[in-house]
Nanobody, 125 residues
């Protein structure tokens, strides 16, 4: 059974930092492309960061967020710095186990095969 479990969310003041972790189990994800998304109530889930052989960010987080992975631990991280109130959301990690076309489709929800349950990040002003 494949599982992705996020952790590290919480409450932080604007300008602060958090590091999210996503631990994968049930199979090896070293060849998978991994992504982070976020969602607020009433809005669509949006792409935040993605990693295959390349790394992708939307403009909204570029320069503030950093995705990384430790394949030995089967874990992906999202370091979030200079947080803003508009970063408040539930953050999800996701895995694309066959990332042949990942470079064209990294931002699409349907690209990913597995999803975590999400972790809440709240940034106070």
């Amino acid at each position: 059974q494949v599982q992705l479990v996020e952790s590290g969310g919480g409450l932080v003041q604007a300008g602060g930092s958090l590091r999210l972790s996503c631990a994968a189990s049930g199979r090896t994800f070293s060849s998978a492309a991994m992504g982070w998304f976020r969602q607020t109530p009433g809005k669509e889930r949006e792409f935040v960061a993605g990693m295959s052989s390349n790394i992708y960010y939307p403009d909204s987080v570029k320069g503030r967020f950093t995705i990384s992975r430790d394949n030995a631990k089967n874990t992906v991280y999202l370091q979030m710095n200079s947080l803003k109130p508009e970063d408040t959301a539930v953050y999800y990690c996701a895995a694309d186990i066959d990332p042949i076309n990942y470079g064209r489709n990294y931002y699409r929800l349907t690209t990913y095969d597995y999803w975590g349950q999400g972790t809440q990040v709240t940034v106070s002003s």
